[in-house]
């Protein structure tokens, strides 16, 4: 039997240049900010080899008197610590500037799951990826 190479689109991949970086970070804060303004404070985009790791940061909601006795902090402390927190939303992983995979963090298990494009394919744009599995941000 003959051995075949193919291509997962959940493993590997290629490092992201420092150019497409720029643009990566620049095409996805376009993106959101268009399309879900005012649904987060700020983004943390960053890079270490072929991925890119997408999280938010969300204005928290009111805590009860309940969970500050719990906590022993004050509404502002607690206000303070929770707006640090991120919000995880998705990976990439880099392919080519127009060709990424993507998985979606899930709070259930504490990971990243694979997943596909709403096209049908497992590759897509950063874009595509952020309008998808930014659920956490609807």
Not at 2 to 20: D, F, M, N
Not at 34 to 49: C, S, V
Not at 92 to 112: D, G, I, K, P, Q
Request: glycine share 6%; aromatic share 14%.
């Amino acid at each position: 039997m003959a051995r075949q190479w193919v291509v997962s689109p959940h493993a590997g991949g290629v490092k992201v240049p420092e150019a497409v970086q720029r643009r990566t970070v620049q095409r996805i804060e376009k993106y959101a900010a268009a399309n879900f303004g005012g649904r987060y404070e700020r983004l943390d985009i960053r890079f270490r080899g072929p991925l890119c790791y997408v999280d938010a940061f969300v204005t928290p909601e009111e805590p009860s008197n309940k969970i500050l006795a719990q906590t022993g902090e004050t509404r502002e402390q607690f206000m303070s610590r929770m707006r640090e927190v991120p919000v995880r939303l998705f990976r990439l992983r880099h392919f080519a500037e127009h060709r990424w995979s993507a998985a979606f963090f899930t709070y259930s298990n504490e990971r990243f799951e694979p997943t596909m494009f709403m096209n049908g394919s497992f590759f897509g744009t950063p874009e595509e990826a952020f309008e998808q599995l930014a659920v956490y941000l609807r």
